[in-house]
């Protein structure tokens, strides 16, 4: 310590903490009162005859006043002496190492099935889309497909299979809302990259332009710390949408417009994968970024930490006399105890204080704030209900398999059952039936189960197909040729019943339903499945779940949509 005292460079001397200043007003307000009341209190000897005092009083109490008083100056005084930060070196603060991230915006318009781009726009995307995550641009990487309505179909991750995985089942259909609306695509990506401090890449892979506003994108680049890669997929003389009879071409007065804009630039196509090969290259160059400080104070090491030893050793003198007041002396030189002012404090919330975190979810769950509720409850079987009631059933099944009770199993086996998975619910409520042979609520549930896993497998694969082709017949005739076979040409009867048993030889798995939702008084270890439910396996293909996710946030208007001035 005596070392720092020798080596303090006084002309950088300074506090850190100087807006806090302010503090030591109502602290000396306070220590005055103190010392008036104190002095009052004493008062009583007065009223004693002179010479009865040195027999009442005892000698070198006032000396012992003053020297309390003097100390407790003295303590304060190191104690906001200390708690201002006094520093006289700067330090070279570590540099923080941060990632960017990258979006791939792809364009799932009905225009993206022309074929002026062999096989179709929509095709070749994502042959390069497959070409640009072989090469491996290293970042997290977002999928996002847009129409008239924007959702993410893959979150960020750098496990670029899953995105390869979905991929291929992508196409127009599966979008809710018909149209291309850049507006709301913009300001999707714009929740992306709040506050991002490295730079974002955003790959937009669309085939018409007509509809961006350069102004709007100009703004969101100046807004936004990100770099806009645009990758044209169309050509100037264009090509017929199927089903709609309209040509769409590029629009190349527009594309140049928006290659002048700071920061975005547009990729041109080859016909093999050096374009998407230099694109990766580049994002995996530019992948990490130093976020440097700001603030001043972060460039200055706090020594005010080396008071503490005064003040500890000062403040033992005072041990058993009462200085209650010392203690906020000592409350203040702690804040610099600690050299790094960037601790995290636990959420903590008022409710905290008077109620547990079971209570509140509990509380929560009653408002069916079901997924709130679910994070707050630490049992098992509640939480899981919880998720089960928000819809959230992969939640509720890790939830449900953490329960090794009846009830718990008996939940698990209605989880898989909403899921699809009949066998596995099927092996679970047969366990429910081993451990409780009076469950008649299980016996039920796997009656039924048992019954619709053997009329599933009693089809054959040429009649669900069948009844798949009518039930769409049925709600929306069908327009697109892409829909059928996926290659842009007409598919036979012939050709689908193909196609559906090579899917059953792969995959051993058929196309089914989905399960109705199950009662609204659904209770943990009760209830049982309602008479009406045809339980059928849930197809694997991935573009079905996509589809029912997006349908399902237009539904619950989680998502933005505007109205489209095209209809395709």
């Known amino acids: 310590m005596l070392e720092k005292i020798k080596n303090i460079n006084w002309d950088e001397f300074h506090f850190l903490r ?22 009052d209190s004493n008062s009583w000897k007065k009223h004693v005859a002179k010479h009865l005092r040195p027999y009442v009083i005892m000698k070198g109490t006032a000396w012992k006043t003053r020297l309390i008083q003097l100390s407790v100056l003295l ?30 915006a792809l364009d799932m318009s009905q225009s993206m099935l022309a074929k002026d781009i062999t096989p179709t726009r929509l095709e070749r995307a994502k042959f390069k889309i497959h070409d640009l995550l072989s090469a491996n641009p290293r970042a997290e990487t977002n999928l996002m497909v847009f129409a008239g309505s924007t959702h993410i179909a893959i979150p960020f991750t750098t496990d670029y299979k899953i995105i390869l995985d979905q991929l291929d089942g992508l196409k127009p259909q599966m979008m809710p809302v018909k149209g291309t609306e850049f507006g709301v695509l913009f300001n999707r990506i714009d929740t992306l990259f709040t506050d991002n401090k490295a730079e974002g890449k955003i790959l937009l892979i669309t085939d018409d332009l007509a509809d961006v506003s350069i102004e709007a994108v100009s703004i969101f680049m100046q807004q936004n710390n990100a770099r806009l890669y645009v990758y044209p997929f169309a050509t100037q003389s264009g090509a017929t949408i199927p089903s709609y009879r309209e040509n769409s071409a590029l629009d190349l007065e527009k594309l140049n417009r928006l290659a002048a804009i700071q920061n975005v630039a547009v990729v041109e196509m080859t016909l093999d994968d050096s374009d998407v090969k230099d694109l990766a290259k580049v994002i995996s160059d530019e992948l990490i970024f130093e976020d440097l400080p700001e603030a001043e104070e972060e460039s200055w090491k706090d020594e005010g930490y080396w008071l503490l030893f005064p003040l500890s050793f000062l403040f033992l003198f005072s041990f058993r006399k009462g200085w ?56 098992p079987m509640r939480k899981g209900i919880a998720y089960y009631k928000a819809g959230d059933f992969l939640s509720a099944q890790k939830a449900f398999e953490q329960d090794s009770t009846v009830s ?11 899921l699809g998975r009949l066998a596995e619910s099927q092996a679970i409520f047969k366990e429910v039936l081993q451990k409780d042979p009076s469950n008649q609520n299980a016996n039920s549930n796997l009656e039924q189960i048992t019954m619709a896993i053997e009329r599933l497998d009693s089809q054959s694969p040429e009649e669900v197909a069948l009844n798949e082709e009518k039930k769409k017949a049925e709600n929306e005739q069908n327009k697109s040729p892409e829909d059928l076979s996926g290659g842009g040409q007409e598919a036979t009867k012939k050709d689908m019943e193909k196609k559906r048993k090579e899917e059953t030889v792969d995959t051993d798995t058929r196309k089914g339903k989905e399960l109705d939702e199950l009662p609204d008084d659904f209770k943990p270890g009760t209830g049982e499945i309602p008479k009406n439910i045809l339980m059928r396996k849930v197809d694997d293909d991935p573009a079905l779940f996509l589809t029912k996710k997006f349908r399902y946030q237009i539904r619950k208007k989680l998502v933005e949509v505007k109205k489209p001035t095209k209809k395709w």
Do not use: H
């Open 18 to 39: 100087t807006e806090y200043m302010w503090v030591v007003i109502p602290v000396l307000v306070v220590i005055l009162i103190g010392f008036i009341l104190y002095r």
């Open 408 to 418: 718990g199993l008996y939940n698990l086996g209605l989880t898989y059952a909403k």
């Open 75 to 104: 303590m304060l005084g190191i104690g906001f002496f200390g708690f201002f930060g006094p520093s006289w070196d700067q330090i070279k603060t570590p540099v923080k190492k941060i990632e960017s991230q990258f979006v791939i």
């Open 324 to 379: 209650a007041l010392n203690l906020i002396i000592v409350a203040f030189a702690f804040n610099s105890c600690s050299e790094d002012d960037n601790t995290t404090i636990p959420d903590f919330t008022f409710s905290d204080l008077w109620y547990t975190q079971e209570y509140q979810a509990q509380k929560q769950f009653e408002a069916k704030n079901y997924l709130e509720a679910a994070t707050k409850f630490s049992d």
